[in-house]
């Protein structure tokens, strides 16, 4: 029934060479749905290359014009567009500095390349809903980070930390949700999030054994793991939910 729902449904994925981008795009193909996926990378989503992609290649999202000309591609590929998921997640080369030596340069690039352009995201695709009074399902990736203040001794005598402008732009998504769905609920549009946990990248084992001892049972999550929610946010069993973030994190955040 799940799967009859989605397919030829017209999904455009942004951040889609990232890791849950990557692996959301493998499970709507299994559905049948049908994809653009825009990143500037492309090293993954070039080996999913079928007759239903249209994958739009180097697209940097920062440009709100290249947002415009994905909106133009895919219409013209497949006349609609049905939801558009927000996984892009573009840093400068010193991201992930502690507060006592961020840059305030790179602060203002990082605010606005995440939750900046996630404002002109919706601005997009709210316009183009509206415009062809198409149903659309508007799904940001925030963090669990964006809920919860980190937990620091998990990162004592380690070289990583949990940048405090991450913590703002995750929860300053969260907010943009609830906002976005407040206004348009009467339009048909349906805005949702969902609040990952750690997802394993090569953490030190230290980090990842301190992490675990938070959880219920598995710790830091496989790119799939959070890939079930937003297809529930996608599918039409969530037509009633607006609004939401979904924390899918094994239960850190209790």
């Known amino acids: 029934m799940i799967q009859s729902y989605f397919k030829n449904k017209v999904y455009l994925i942004l951040g889609a060479n990232g890791r849950?981008?990557?692996?959301?795009?493998?499970?709507?193909?299994?559905?049948?749905?049908?994809?653009?996926?825009?990143?500037?990378?492309?090293?993954?989503?070039?080996?999913?290359n079928k007759s239903n992609i249209h994958l739009v290649k180097k697209i940097n999202i920062v440009k709100e014009k290249n947002l415009e000309k994905i909106i133009f591609q895919a219409n013209k590929k497949f006349k609609r567009i049905d939801g558009v998921i927000h996984c892009a997640y573009p840093v400068t080369k010193d991201w992930g500095q502690v507060i006592?030596?961020?840059?305030?340069?790179?602060?203002?690039?990082n605010l606005f390349n995440h939750l900046g352009?996630?404002?002109?995201?919706?601005?997009?695709?709210?316009?183009?809903?509206?415009?062809?009074?198409?149903?659309?399902?508007?799904?940001?990736?925030?963090?669990?980070?964006?809920?919860?203040?980190?937990?620091?001794?998990n990162y004592r005598g380690l070289k990583m930390t949990s940048p405090a402008e991450y913590s703002v732009i995750k929860s300053g998504i969260?907010?943009?949700?609830?906002?976005?769905?407040?206004?348009?609920?009467?339009?048909?549009?349906?805005?949702?999030?969902?609040?990952?946990?750690?997802?394993?990248n090569n953490q030190p084992n230290k980090f990842i054994q301190r992490y675990k001892e938070s959880c219920g049972s598995k710790g830091l999550l496989d790119n799939?793991?959070?890939?079930?929610?937003?297809?529930?946010?996608?599918?039409?069993?969530?037509?009633?939910?607006?609004?939401?973030?979904?924390?899918?994190?094994?239960?850190?955040?209790?």
């Open 20 to 48: 849950i981008g990557y692996s959301l795009s493998k499970e709507l193909l299994k559905l049948g749905s049908k994809l653009i996926l825009a990143d500037i990378d492309t090293k993954n989503i070039i080996k999913l």
């Open 100 to 109: 006592e030596k961020i840059n305030p340069k790179s602060l203002k690039i």
């Open 117 to 153: 352009v996630s404002i002109l995201v919706a601005k997009q695709f709210i316009n183009y809903f509206l415009k062809k009074k198409i149903k659309g399902r508007i799904i940001f990736i925030s963090s669990i980070m964006g809920v919860r203040s980190p937990k620091f001794e």
């Open 174 to 200: 969260i907010s943009l949700t609830s906002y976005l769905a407040k206004l348009y609920k009467k339009k048909n549009i349906l805005v949702n999030c969902i609040s990952p946990g750690g997802i394993k």
């Open 224 to 254: 799939e793991d959070a890939i079930g929610s937003i297809i529930f946010l996608l599918s039409d069993s969530s037509k009633y939910i607006n609004g939401q973030n979904i924390i899918v994190d094994d239960g850190w955040s209790l």
